[in-house]
Nanobody
Framework: QVQLVESGGGLVQPGDSLKLSCASS????????MGWFRQAPGKEREFVSS????????FYAESVKGRFTISRDNAKNTVYLLMNTLKPEDTAIYYCAATSRPLRVGISYPHEYEYWGQGTQVTVSS
């Protein structure tokens, strides 16, 4: 069974970068499309980015397009989210998720994912 563990969060200043990682401590991720979501206090969980199982296609929310990059290394069973030019509004708990379903083009939704990590906190503040 896939068990996802995120890491790499922290406290950074506006304009800084962070790279989040999501690794599976259980089954292989190579058969799953992967997504990153985030949830800020008092807000619903929102889509950030997704990537097909082979990494051939990636999708981003408009709010992060051009600043964030999703990637995966199936040999390492790990998915990454590189976040550049961070803004205070990027502050949230970031979750990775896995789905065995065909990945929706564009924005995807939490209910489409079967497995979730516990989240990692990202705080952007001066």
């Amino acid at each position: 069974q896939v068990q996802l563990v995120e890491s790499g969060g922290g406290l950074v200043q506006p304009g800084d970068s962070l790279k989040l990682s999501c690794a599976s401590s259980g089954g292989s991720l190579s058969n799953y499309a992967m997504g990153w979501f985030r949830q800020a206090p008092g807000k619903e969980r929102e889509f950030v980015s997704s990537i097909t199982w082979i990494g051939s296609d990636t999708f981003y929310a408009e709010s992060v397009k051009g600043r964030f990059t999703i990637s995966r290394d199936n040999a390492k069973n790990t998915v990454y989210l590189l976040m550049n030019t961070l803004k205070p509004e990027d502050t949230a708990i970031y979750y990775c998720a896995a789905t065995s379903r065909p990945l929706r083009v564009g924005i995807s939704y939490p209910h489409e994912y079967e497995y979730w990590g516990q989240g990692t906190q990202v705080t952007v503040s001066s």
